[in-house]
Structure formats: C-alpha cells, structure tokens
C-alpha cells in the first residue's frame, strides 16, 4: 500500500499546515509546466496530488490510519454489503486537487458517488417489492467526480479576453478562451475533463478570480488608470505613453489641464456580454518636484491672481 505520508515527506503527527507546506513545495517542484521533458516528474505530481488529497481530508486521514482504505480511498476489505469494493473493485472515489499554470493551489470539488446506484448496475435494481434484487430497469450508471480549479486572471488579460493555458490534473495542459463578460467568481465547465467514472468522466469547473494590478482598477465596464504627469506637460501640453491591456498608445495631454481631469480612451475597457467594450479613463495627476531651486527661481515673483478657493466662502 502507497503511504502518503512517506510521499510527501512529513511524519504521521504531522498537522494540516505542516501537509499544506509540503505539498506546495513538492507540487511547484514537480508541476508539468516546469518539467516538459521530463515525463516521470509528471507521474510524481500526481503521486504527491493523491497524497495530499487524502492527508487533507480528515476523515479520509483518519480511516487511512486506521487501516480502512489505502491511499485512492478505496476500501482494503473485502467486498460486502457494509463496504465497497476491495483493492480490485475500485468503487472508492475520490477528490482529485488541481493545479493551476502559474503554479498555484486549485481545490478538490468532488461530487461522490452513490453505492445504490452502483448495486443498481450491478443487479438490475434495488429490489421490488418483495425486497429482492431484480425486476427493476437498470438506472444509468454515475458519473465521475466533478473537479474544480481556481484560476487567477490578471485585469488587462480580462479585459482584452485573452486566452489562459491551465493545467489539469492530469498533468495535460490546454489553452482556455475567457468568455465576453467575465468578472470575479465566474465559472466555466470543460465536460469531460473531471475524474473517470463508470457512466464517463465528470467535468472540470474552473473558477475565475480576477487579481488586484499594480496600476489598473475596474470600474464595472470600464479600466481606470491614475497617470503622473510633470508641471511643464500640465502647463504646455504634451504627448504621453500611457499603458492600456493592449499595450502602450499616446495620448494627447491639452495645455493648462490640472490635476483630476480625466481623459477616455473609447474601447480600452472590458468586454461586455454582447462583444462591446467599456473605456479606459485616464486621470491626470500633476506631479511637483520636491526642493527644485530652479522651478522656484522661475517662479519667483509670479502670483496667480485667481481665487481658487471663491466657491468654498473663503
């Protein structure tokens, strides 16, 4: 019998973050996408996935401990009507944890299978009314296991609905197109790539998660953008760079604009349900330097004779 333990190189007090530890540095070390060449640290990532779906689970744990499924879950007795199927049987399902791309940790969503509709398959019902086997029609047989992965998604790769490559857990990995009108908590099924099952396999549920960006912000359809400009750009006017998902454009800055105006650019937001596109908004910010004697010395006797303040009583 295959010890999870010994795979993922933790004792058997081991506690549920000591288990975690573990096997995010084993799962980074081994994950497809930094082994391409290298088949068998394919078979260890899925080695080390099946012992952290067990060791995670504490009631599996504990039934593994004490003797009463090995490490798929299947049960080490024999067959009978208070258990499932013995090491040859394989009637124990089990959550199989996925991991995304870029390396991080997806989550076992398994959906279980029902003992009752296996009987039904294997006796062509679960009884008439006399409580025999027989006489019933055979209901369809289950399914595999749903699994779920979490896939973090950047906000101009949102935005611009590009394509995202994932890995399943399986080790194969595909290319995933985002769909119009994508937002945090959005979930796709890919059918058929779930664990294997008697009636066929379960599909794969990938969640989106939409991450925080250094610079852009949503603003529902729309992508907000802060831009520094200089007192000299402010004051004359300017053409600047400014990044959209697409990548870098000029945008043209108008003489005398003041810090808060805000520019569109028409088409730079996200990708509404019907194919159209919300704006990128631009919010100028003049920037000052700090302690610059030669900006003072040009200043030196200048005094804006407006009264900024007027509208506020003062």
């Known amino acids: 019998m295959s010890d999870p333990y010994s795979i993922l190189g933790v004792a058997r007090s081991a506690n549920e973050k000591d288990i975690k530890s573990a096997y995010r540095k084993l799962a980074k070390e081994l994950h497809p996408d930094r082994n391409k060449d290298n088949p068998k640290a394919a078979e260890r990532f899925s080695e080390v996935t099946r012992a952290y779906d067990l060791l995670s689970d504490k009631d599996k744990r504990a ?15 024999g067959f009978g009507y208070g258990g499932g ?26 959906e279980g299978i029902d003992l009752g509709d296996i009987f039904d398959g294997l006796f062509g019902g679960r009884g008439n009314a006399g409580g025999g086997f027989g006489g019933q ?63 066929g396999a379960g599909d794969a549920i990938v969640v989106i998660h939409l991450q925080p960006h250094a610079f852009f912000r ?24 400014v990044p959209t998902p697409e990548g870098a454009v000029m945008l043209t800055v108008a003489p005398g604009s003041s810090s808060g105006k805000t520019l ?5 937001g996200f990708t509404r349900k019907d194919g159209t ?27 804006d004779s407006r009264n900024l303040r007027a509208r506020l009583g003062v």
Request: glycine residues 18%; hydrophobic residues 30%.
């Open 63 to 77: 039934r593994f401990d004490r003797g009463e499924i090995d490490i798929d879950g299947n049960p080490t007795m």
């Open 264 to 268: 569109r650019l028409k088409g730079k």
């Open 218 to 241: 949503r603003d529902g359809d729309n992508l907000r953008l802060d831009l520094p400009i200089s007192l000299d750009e402010a004051v004359n006017g300017a053409k600047v760079k």
């Open 137 to 199: 029609r055979r209901g369809p047989a289950p399914k595999g296991a749903n699994v779920q992965y979490k896939l973090g998604v950047s906000l101009p790769d949102a935005a611009q609905l590009a394509t995202q490559r994932i890995t399943l857990a399986d080790g194969k990995t595909i290319d995933l197109k985002l769909p119009a009108g994508v937002e945090d908590g959005t979930q796709m099924r890919l059918a058929g790539k779930g664990e294997a099952g008697p009636g």
């Open 85 to 110: 199927a013995g090491p040859g049987g394989g009637f124990g399902g089990r959550d199989q944890r996925g991991f995304r791309a870029d390396g991080f940790e997806g989550f076992g969503a398994g």
């Open 277 to 303: 596109r919300g704006d990128q908004l631009v919010t100028l910010e003049v920037q000052l330097p700090e302690s610059d004697p030669d900006l003072a010395q040009r200043l030196e006797g200048w005094r």
